[in-house]
């Protein structure tokens, strides 16, 4: 049994722990978390059924069931991992089954957005070296230390060169990636754009 | 960097301010909400204590997790009754403008707000949902997003958003008779791939563009998520102007000229740069079918499934994944395939001209006897146009159920599932393992023209003809 979940706050400039592999490209938010578990009105229990109909068929051998990655909190995907639907869901599954940062060749732009915005960073990497990281026979316990500072990951006998988007990173080392705040401190700014956008002035309301 | 189009336009006129790290504060000029990805971005507001700012900026349908065949409430669903009572209850408190079943305005959102004249060229607009793209099509800066910048939108109808860089996707000549954009769009994706829309923004234009309907258009916008491309648009005409005029929220007298004068001023001008162009030649787009699980594998319905050498190394492992999903091999015809549901609907292809279309096909003619075919109007208005047309008596008569509004067996949130490893033919636009309900259940995306030739047949077939008898 996985340990009370605790959503990330505040600054994160280090994310240590153990890997675990998902290989495939192009695995989209339905796979991450099928539409019947959207059926709800807040995200507490989506952790239990993330890749719920990929771990059906595979009968205990998808990665998220082999007991050796029970632990791991480091999501190494191929390319454009997170691709279809906007569902937020999706993250929130992978953050609240244990996931606190994915290393890949490329993401979608929504699920991009939506990892930053609920605290899980997500750094590229050529396709070359996640294979290296995907093939290593001991890639169960393949445990790499995070630096977000440096964009910086390091095993035992590893040093990777991660990438970031640097407005990304900021926000994870300031501690502004929860953006609501950030924008309400412009909130003088947002009132004069309403008042001089020139649709709202000639459309008719909502009735 | 792209300069002096549509897209950098809009995104000046609506940039609040730079952000520290790169990103822009930008405002949402319309946000649409549904019952799905909304309801957390509501509990986070009450937990920080904060109001919406801008309510009369949101505007609210129900469409995802409807009952299609009986929409009496208490739902029969009680996950699917507490998600539409949750979304009135939020409404209410907030004050914001929901159009309920049987307001004669509910339906899947991204049909709703562009018949509503909600969607109007210029506009930025935002949704807890990746088919956001949809709206580009009158020339808004339209796209999808998570529910935390739902909750953004709603607490200061702003999100941070890194700026896009900007496609030219120019298609010449016309589309051939029995194509439509569903086939180009698909052929596009297929031609791109489905992550090359990756942090841009596709301007659709060119001929065969110009020659759209509004309807088609948006069937063209709405897949630019399938591309990869987070919003996809189209500079507005005349076509734009006519369609939304007299619509309900569409400016009227003497500020319907100011209106237009200003939608002509955002549109990309003559000499805009972009950050890439790709041409293509419409004319050479066949009816077209996926075969895969991602819309980037499809072919012409004449076309073979390709072999694996045919692919590019990046393409081969998701192919295999298809070959063994799909049950198909590598070299086989995709016409003549069997299946077993015909669904025509979604916010891509559940429009009046997808189903008039859908409906010549089928007069006087039966749907195969081992298929179950149904469709579903994309709104409360376009089922209410096809029964003054005698739409919904055609689909009847061939065979067809006739349903209620809502986005149904696109996602099958509601009881419209595939079973098994039933194949559908769908106008659709997803054919993601598992997508349309069943862990094993397969999809073939086409135009509502070749959904419907397909359950008069009872397998893949070219809708092309019955065009000829
Ligand atoms: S019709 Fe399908 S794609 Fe469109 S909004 Fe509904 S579920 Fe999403």
Redesign the interface.
């Known amino acids: 049994m996985k340990s009370k979940f605790t959503p990330p706050i505040g600054k994160i400039t280090q994310i240590n722990g153990q890997c675990i592999s998902l290989i ?3 695995i ?1 938010t ?2 991450i978390i ?3 578990f ?6 507490d229990l989506l952790g239990e059924s993330v890749f719920e ?2 771990r ?2 595979l009968k205990g051998s998808h990665p998220f069931d082999l007991e050796e990655n029970k632990n791991a909190t480091i999501l190494i995907v ?3 991992f997170g ?7 999706a ?2 599954a992978l953050m609240r089954w244990g996931i606190k940062a994915i290393i890949g060749e ?5 699920f991009y ?2 990892c930053i ?2 605290g899980i960073p997500c750094f590229t990497l050529s396709k070359k070296s996640i294979q290296e990281v995907q093939n290593n026979k001991d890639n169960k316990f393949l445990f790499l230390e995070i630096d977000l500072k440096n964009s910086l990951a390091k095993s035992k006998d590893l040093t990777l060169n991660l990438e970031i ?7 994870f080392l ?1 501690g ?1 990636w929860d ?2 705040s ?3 401190e ?2 003088d ?2 009132e004069n ?2 008042n001089c ?11 | 960097m792209s300069q002096n189009t549509l897209f950098d336009k809009v995104w000046d ?2 940039k ?2 730079s ?5 822009d ?1 930008i ?1 949402i ?1 319309l946000h649409l909400i549904h019952e ?2 909304s ?2 971005a509501f ?1 986070a507001l009450k937990d ?1 204590n ?1 109001k919406v ?2 309510p ?1 900026r949101t ?1 609210a349908t129900v469409d ?2 409807v009952p299609t065949d009986n929409q009496s409430r208490p739902f029969k ?1 009680n ?2 009754e ?2 539409i009572e ?1 979304l009135e209850k939020n409404c209410l408190e907030h004050k914001i ?1 929901f159009f309920n079943i049987g307001s004669g305005n509910q339906g899947i959102v991204h049909v709703v707000a562009p018949e ?3 969607t ?1 060229p ?2 930025t607009i935002a949704c ?3 088919h ?1 793209s949809t709206h580009g099509a009158f020339g808004s800066i339209a ?7 739902v ?2 939108v709603l ?8 700026k896009l860089k900007v496609r030219q996707i120019w298609c010449d000549n016309k589309l051939s008779k029995g194509v439509y954009a569903k086939d180009l769009v698909l052929h596009i994706i297929n031609k791109l791939g ?2 090359a829309g ?2 841009f923004a596709y301007e659709f234009a060119g001929p065969a563009i110009d020659e759209l309907s509004m309807e088609e258009r948006m069937t063209i916008c709405n897949m630019s ?2 591309g ?1 491309a ?1 919003c996809g648009y189209i500079n507005p005409d005349e076509k734009t102007f006519s369609y939304i005029k007299n619509k ?5 007298n003497k ?2 000229d ?2 237009i004068t ?1 939608w002509d001023s955002i549109k990309s001008d003559e000499n805009s740069i972009y950050d890439d162009v790709i041409k293509l030649d419409a004319s050479k787009v066949e009816p077209t079918v996926t075969w895969g699980i ?1 819309p980037g594998q499809s072919i012409g319905i004449n076309q073979k499934i390709p072999l694996l050498d045919d692919l590019s190394p ?1 393409d081969q ?2 192919a295999e ?1 298809a070959f063994e999903y799909m049950g198909f091999n590598p070299g086989q015809s995709i016409k003549d395939t069997p299946v077993d549901v015909c669904f025509i609907g979604s916010c891509t292809n559940g429009r009046i001209s997808d189903l008039r279309v859908a409906a010549e096909v089928l007069k006087d003619k039966k749907v195969y006897k081992e298929v179950k075919a149904f469709v579903v109007p994309g709104s409360e208005k376009v089922a209410i146009q096809a029964k003054q047309e005698g739409l919904d008596m055609i689909f009847k008569d061939s065979g067809f159920q006739w349903r209620e509004p809502g986005c149904s067996m696109c ?3 509601n009881s419209d599932k595939l079973i098994g490893n039933e194949i559908s033919a769908s106008s659709s636009n ?1 054919n ?4 349309q ?1 069943s ?2 259940g397969r999809t073939l995306l086409m135009s509502p023209a070749m959904v419907a030739a397909a359950a008069i047949n009872g397998k893949v077939s070219d809708v092309r003809e019955f065009m000829k008898k």
């Not at chain 1, 490329?106 to 929504?110: E, G, K, R, V, Y």
């Not at chain 2, 607490?155 to 890194?162: S, V």
């Not at chain 2, 993601?432 to 997508?435: E, Q």
Request: include cysteine; glycine fraction near 10%.
């Open positions: 495939g490209n192009d989209d339905d796979r099928p539409a019947r959207l059926k709800c009105v807040n995200f109909d990929d059906e068929t191929n390319s454009n691709c279809g639907s906007s569902r937020e869901h993250p929130q490329s993401f979608a732009d929504i957005s939506n915005a609920i988007k640097e407005s990304s990173r900021k926000m300031s502004e953006a609501t950030t924008l309400l412009n909130e700014f947002i754009k309403l956008l020139p649709y709202l002035e000639f459309n008719s309301p909502i009735t | 006129l609506h609040v301010s952000l520290p790290g790169g990103s504060q405002f000029g799905v990805t309801p957390q509990g920080k904060l700012k801008f009369e505007v995802h997790i669903d996950l699917a507490q998600m949750t403008r509503l004249g909600l109007q210029g506009m807890g949902d990746s956001t796209f999808g997003i998570g529910t935390s910048q909750r953004d607490a200061t109808q702003t999100i941070a958003m890194n489905v992550k990756a942090g998520i399938e990869g987070r309900l929220c569409a400016p009227k500020y319907w100011k209106a200003w991602t990046n492992f998701i994944e996602l099958a949130m997803r993601f393992k598992g997508r309900g862990p094993n």
